[in-house]
Every structure is written in structure tokens, then in C-alpha cells.
């Protein structure tokens, strides 16, 4: 009988354990829709927080994956993020998975504007970020047409040789600065932390507000840090 008994008070408390995490676990991701878009076969998937209507006006962040990557990896990164802080989130699939290209820029204008026609956005708060060579992609993307975001945020991504081939306006004139942000692991062995070093140089060169976030004792990885860093530093651009 005192054997029954410790084991019903055993699964009593796990149970309640259960629950306590089951309404944590819910209570984060809450009813934050996550939905396979298209427009014209380029595919992209939206985060919907489940905070959202249509009587006011939402930031948009566009999340670019990496090589290998997909867009839904990238919506995953920030859920969390963003249904706490009311982001809506897009992350498209490159064409080739492998890479992204300059040509692309016009798939990813027309969905921002096929989500803009469906969702009521904030067109003064629309951010692009992405990792590794989406962030090369956020680069050229946010640098050549300044007037369609509001920050950029990129994450260990290439800059020297887009700069060299002549692939990114750096211009001289101030109305195209826009503030950016650039995240990299200390100990990246892939793009070594130089690059944003670099990054970081020629931008405030030119005269850009940019920042550079070391992340010490991260190599090529994305870490669930690095979505805070930079919803929190979105967030400072109402």
C-alpha cells in the first residue's frame, strides 16, 4: 500500500510537472501561425503572431538562410523573438539552396509586397537580417536599396569580395545610411571574424552608424542568443 501510494504521488507530480512545461512550452510559442507562402514558384514562409489583427501597423523582419538552408529554418530561429515582441517574419527559399543570387532581389521585393497586400505592415519598420551567406545576401540587398528598410542586421556573412567586384553601393550620400548591425562568432573557422572586422571599417568609412557583436566561443553556428540581440536591436528603431 505505501509502494502504491509514493508511485500515485510520483505520478501525480509528473504529471503536473508535464503540465507546468506544456503551458511554459505554449505560453512562448502561444498561436503564432507559420505558413508556406508562394508568389510567381518563389516560396517563402511567414510567422503570424498570434497577437496579431489588422487595426494597426506590424514590423516585418526578412530572415535569409544560409547554405544547405531553408527559409523555415530561419522563421524558426526567431519565433520565440517574435511572438513575445509582435514581429511579423518571412524567410524565403533561395532558388538553389546552396547559394543566393543578386537576381533574386526582385523575388524578394515581390514578396514583401505580397505579404504588404495580405497583412497590414509597417512600411518604416520592415528589417532584413540573415546568416552566413544570406547575410551576404542582407549585405548587398540593404546596402543597394536603403529606401526599402529600415536596419539590417547581418550575421558572419561575406563583404570583402561583394565590395571588390563592385557588387555593393557604399555611397557617399547620407540619405542611403541606413544603421547596421553585424553579428560574428569569434571562433569561426568557416568566414573567419576578420571579414566583419573589415565589414565594420569600411562601412564607418563611408559613414554608416554600424556596430559589430563579437560573440565569444562561437564558431559558424547560429546560437538562440543571437535572435535576441537582434529583435532587441530592431526593436530601438521605433
Request: glycine content about 8%.
Amino acid at each position: 500500500m505505501k509502494l502504491y501510494c509514493k508511485l500515485s504521488i510520483a505520478r501525480s507530480a509528473f504529471g503536473l510537472i508535464f503540465i507546468m512545461w506544456f503551458f511554459a512550452l505554449t505560453s512562448v510559442s502561444g498561436n503564432a501561425e507559420v505558413l508556406k507562402k508562394e508568389t510567381q514558384k518563389f516560396v517563402y514562409y511567414l510567422l503570424v503572431p498570434s497577437s496579431y489583427n489588422s487595426a494597426q501597423s506590424w514590423p516585418l523582419i526578412i530572415t535569409l538562410h544560409p547554405s544547405t538552408g531553408r527559409g523555415n529554418m530561419m522563421v524558426d530561429y526567431l519565433t520565440e523573438q517574435a511572438e513575445k515582441k509582435g514581429y511579423i517574419v518571412a524567410g524565403p527559399d533561395s532558388q538553389d539552396s546552396k547559394t543566393w543570387y543578386f537576381s533574386e532581389s526582385e523575388d524578394i521585393f515581390r514578396m514583401i509586397d505580397d505579404i504588404k497586400a495580405k497583412y497590414r505592415i509597417d512600411e518604416k519598420r520592415i528589417f532584413l537580417t540573415g546568416f552566413s551567406s544570406g547575410a551576404g545576401m542582407a549585405y548587398y540587398l540593404g546596402l543597394n536599396y536603403p529606401q526599402k528598410f529600415r536596419a539590417i542586421a547581418p550575421f558572419a556573412g561575406p563583404f570583402k569580395q561583394k565590395e571588390i567586384d563592385g557588387r555593393i553601393d557604399m555611397s557617399s550620400d547620407q540619405s542611403r545610411h541606413i544603421p547596421v548591425l553585424i553579428l560574428h562568432g569569434k571562433n569561426d573557422n568557416t568566414l573567419d571574424f576578420s571579414e566583419s572586422v573589415y565589414a565594420k571599417e569600411r562601412l564607418g568609412k563611408f559613414g554608416y552608424e554600424v556596430k559589430l557583436r563579437e560573440l565569444g566561443g562561437i564558431g559558424h553556428e547560429y546560437p538562440p542568443e543571437a535572435s535576441w540581440i537582434i529583435i532587441n536591436w530592431f526593436d530601438k528603431m521605433k
